[in-house]
């Protein structure tokens, strides 16, 4: 059974970057799709990003498009979501979660996998 672990979060200013990382304990995360999501105040969870397993093929949401970038980093075991550019709107809890299937792209939006493999989440605020 996976154990997701999400690092990297903190404070930064607008226009900073942060790199996430999405690790499991058993080292078997290469053969999981992962997709990021994040939930702020108030707000509903949203996908952020997702790479597929199966091609490698990446998704994102309008609006960190050019801004974030997913990857996966097979020695590591790991996929790290790098994010360039923060805004103040980005502030939130990160997750990331894992499926067999692909990336659930709906009309552009990455979609939340039916999975139960979600780690505990890392806070990201961006603010001066």
């Known amino acids: 059974q996976l154990q997701l672990v999400e690092s990297g979060g903190g404070l930064v200013q607008p226009g900073g970057s942060l790199r996430l990382s999405c690790t499991d304990s058993g080292s078997r995360l290469n053969s999981y799709t992962i997709g990021w999501f994040r939930q702020a105040p108030g707000r509903e969870r949203e996908g952020v990003s997702c790479i597929n397993r199966r091609d490698g093929k990446t998704y994102y949401a309008d609006s960190v498009k050019g801004r974030f970038t997913i990857s996966s980093d097979k020695v590591k075991n790991a996929v790290d979501l790098q994010m360039n550019n923060l805004k103040a709107e980005d502030t939130g809890v990160y997750y990331c979660?894992?499926?067999?299937?692909?990336?659930?792209?709906?009309?552009?939006?990455?979609?939340?996998?039916?999975?139960?493999?979600w780690g505990q989440g890392t806070q990201v605020t961006v603010s001066s």
């Open positions: 979660a894992a499926d067999l299937i692909d990336c659930l792209v709906v009309r552009g939006k990455v979609h939340a996998f039916p999975t139960d493999y």
